[in-house]
């Protein structure tokens, strides 16, 4: 725009400018005609059309700076600025609220929707608690997460320790997992069964019978099932055959049952008193007088006990009275102590020799003669 306005002016003043002509000597030049407006070219027809006709340019005045002209029509140019400082930059408004978005020339972009949370599944912590989901909602019951069985309580809360399920008792480790098979709690052992259900009564497990009480736990030493005793080891494993408890010696079953009373076992007889303890020594059993060595073993045949003799018969009663064995006859007393020497019986005289046979025929004793009879008895002597 400058050049275009420095061009007109430019072009006005070569149109205004003066030619002097050549004067005779002495010859004033005429006094130029001095146009006091600039002729007025008319205004053209102005057209409605899409175009707009300019205004002709007016002839500036002698010594003046024309102005550019001014558009009226579809283009308007305007007179540049001369200034001698850079133009200031206007300062931004400052409003001390947001513009409202029909007055500002730029709405503020709506605020994005929240998108909602993902619905949780599986295991959450809560306030130290675990909780399974399903589709954001906790489960109760019973859940199978991999092959491993956890109870969650009415609340949706993990299990741990014992729990009562539908007449049952099951029990949880720390990580909530159903126990099977032996478990130790509390320094005593449980069993539950490969369903999770803890056991009582008797149990078989890798070929040992166990014996779990009523609360379940495993039972050693001693125990009374159904009026029979067993015994359980410190692992809780029933014993059979012989065992040594506390120093007494007893035989139990191939069932485990304690036996009692008379048992032969292994070619031999053994008396167990009604604790179950094997029997030494004396035993009197129906009347009858039994001896048992020290290992238990029924004795039969001639014992010589604390200094004398006894006769125990094949079935291991102890003899009394008049007895034969082989070709002879012996007498014990009513203590089964084979007698020796003058033996009076129904008022006749016995003699037993040393080794307590009953003699017959003539004897010499102690110097004199004597006859005794084929019974034994003394016919003459004393």
Known sequence: MKKRALCLLLTTLAALSLTVPAFADGEAAPAPE????????????????PETTLEPEATPEPGTTPEPEVTTGLEATTAPEITTEPEATPEPVVTSEPVAAAESMTAAPEPLPVPAAAARNGWVKEDGVWYYYRNDRRATGWIDDGGRWYWLDGDGAMATGWRQVNGHRFYFNAGGVMVTGWLLNGGTWYYMNQ????????????????WLDGDGSMATGWRLVDGRWYYMNGSGVMQTGWIDVGG?????????????????????WYRFDASGAMATGWRLVDGRWYYMNGSGVMQTGWRYLNGKWYYLQADGAMRT???KVGHAWYWSDADGAMATGWLPDRDRWYYLDSTGAMVTGRQVIDGK???FDITGAML???
């Open 34 to 49: 001095i146009t006091t407006e600039p002729e007025t070219t008319p205004e053209p027809e102005v057209t409605t059309g």
């Open 195 to 210: 369903d999770g259900v803890m056991l009582s009564g008797w149990v078989y497990v890798d070929g040992c019978w166990y």
């Open 248 to 268: 007494r010696w007893y035989w139990l079953h191939a069932d485990g049952s304690m036996a009692t009373g008379w048992r032969y076992i292994d070619g031999a």
């Open 321 to 323: 009275g008049w007895y």
């Open 369 to 371: 003669p004597y006859v």
């Open 380 to 382: 003459s002597g004393r």
